[in-house]
């Protein structure tokens, strides 16, 4: 059974800063490329940022506005999401997923295998 279990969200004020981690297992993680996807109240899926295999080939959306630093730890199966200067735009549920799970188009579609994801509130 493949799991993705996102962790590391709650109740920033704006200009904070969390880390999310996805902690997987059941899954070729090792040899998957990794995004973090997000999805806003009443908001469909966006894409954010996606690391390979190696923990190269960072890609990252606009708006990231580097603040964003996607990363991944392959012994322990983990993908990590460091977040700076939060805004309130940021609020929603940050999901990880395999990059294929996304197309070329950054548009990305929910599998069963998705988790529940952590959600991120950034307000004064």
């Known amino acids: 059974e493949m799991q993705l279990v996102e962790s590391g969200g709650g109740l920033v004020q704006p200009g904070g800063s969390l880390r999310l981690s996805c902690v997987t297992s059941?899954?070729?993680?090792?040899?998957?490329?990794m995004s973090w996807v997000r999805q806003a109240p009443g908001k469909g899926l966006e894409w954010g940022s996606s690391?390979?295999?190696?923990?190269?080939?960072?890609e990252y959306a606009d708006f990231v506005k580097g603040r964003f630093t996607v990363s991944r730890a392959n012994l322990k199966n983990t993908l990590y999401l460091q977040m700076n200067s939060l805004e309130t735009e940021d609020t929603a549920v940050y999901y990880c997923?395999?990059?294929?799970?996304?197309?070329?188009?950054?548009?990305?579609?929910?599998?069963?295998?998705w988790g529940q994801g952590t959600q991120v509130t950034v307000s004064s």
């Open positions: 059941g899954f070729p993680f090792r040899q998957s490329d």
């Open positions: 997923a395999p990059k294929s799970d996304c197309d070329s188009a950054s548009r990305c579609y929910r599998s069963g295998d």
């Open positions: 690391i390979n295999r190696f923990g190269g080939d960072l």
